[in-house]
């Protein structure tokens, strides 16, 4: 039976990052798979002809390619971590039907996934929790959800597409307040330079009646912008799409290898990392 999703519903912004993955697995994949997406799109029930007619424009293929490359440089560093550190916790923040999390699953790790309520209902539905996982609904910006993590191996936690929609404010005291209750643990995530996060806002804001986007959190230099937040912190990063591929697979034109640079360079697209230090 397929699960039925409305139009104009919160689990309807789902959907989009959920068919953009199942697009990048269909069109670069040397570079990217995701098998989940595309089976889940096969048990939704929603009209995905807009979506399909919008996968043939060039920005909307190349957008496809952002999708892939931020979601393998985050599993990257997740299993980087996991190497050092094989009982961790894996935290997903903002899953919304992301599986990154199983994906890297080491087979002695534990596996956090966390959203808004309704979000992790629907999750439930389609993706329910395997051995070792669990899903949990939280508001991010609420720190109560510390408690439900066991990061007794420590912790590796990882957000895709979720802090250009968090206040300045908001994502310094949840770094704060992770510093504090995580040491020894990596937060890994995208960001992107002003420039770029008023164009993403472009889409949301009017919906949101935002009128100051200035205040949304975006960064430029990651290392000098963030390391003044506190002094436990270890602040590093790499361009996004390419920083950790040359994009050099027959599948990526010259026009999209000469936008990921200007994306990398230009909009400063990047994966953050930031270590919470020791415990003093």
Not at 83 to 101: Q, R
Not at 187 to 210: H, P, S
Not at 229 to 255: E, H, I, T
């Amino acid at each position: 039976m397929k699960y039925k999703i409305e139009k104009n519903t919160v689990q309807e912004t789902l959907i989009l990052p959920l068919y953009s993955r199942k697009l990048c697995t269909e069109l670069y994949p040397n570079l990217y798979q995701d098998e989940t997406a595309v089976h889940l799109i096969d048990q939704i029930d929603y009209d995905f002809s807009e979506a399909e007619k919008n996968s043939r424009s060039l920005m909307q293929r190349f957008g496809a390619l952002e999708v892939a490359m931020r979601q393998n440089d985050l599993a990257f560093e997740v299993r980087a971590y996991l190497k050092n550190h094989p009982c961790a916790a894996v935290v997903n923040l903002g899953c919304g039907l992301d599986n990154t999390g199983r994906a890297c699953n080491n087979g002695r790790c534990k596996i956090y996934n966390l959203d808004f309520p309704d979000v992790i209902a629907l999750r439930q539905q389609l993706l329910p929790a395997g051995e070792r996982e669990q899903n949990i609904p939280c508001d991010l910006k609420d720190p109560a959800w510390f408690a439900k993590i066991n990061a007794s191996g420590v912790a590796v936690f990882f957000a895709s597409g979720v802090f250009y929609y968090f206040l300045t404010q908001q994502v310094k005291a949840l770094v704060q307040g992770m510093a504090d209750a995580f040491p020894g643990g990596v937060l890994v995530f995208d960001a992107a330079n002003r420039t770029a996060v008023k164009m993403i806002a472009k889409t949301w804001l009017r919906t949101a009646k935002i009128k100051d986007v200035g205040a949304y959190f975006a960064v430029s230099d990651a290392k000098s912008e963030l390391s003044p937040w506190d002094n436990r912190l270890q602040v590093s990063s790499r361009g996004y799409m390419m920083g950790y591929n040359d994009l050099k697979d027959p599948s990526v034109s010259g026009f999209f290898r000469f936008l990921a640079k200007v994306g990398d360079n230009g909009m400063k697209m990047q994966i953050v990392k930031i270590g919470f230090g020791d415990r003093q």
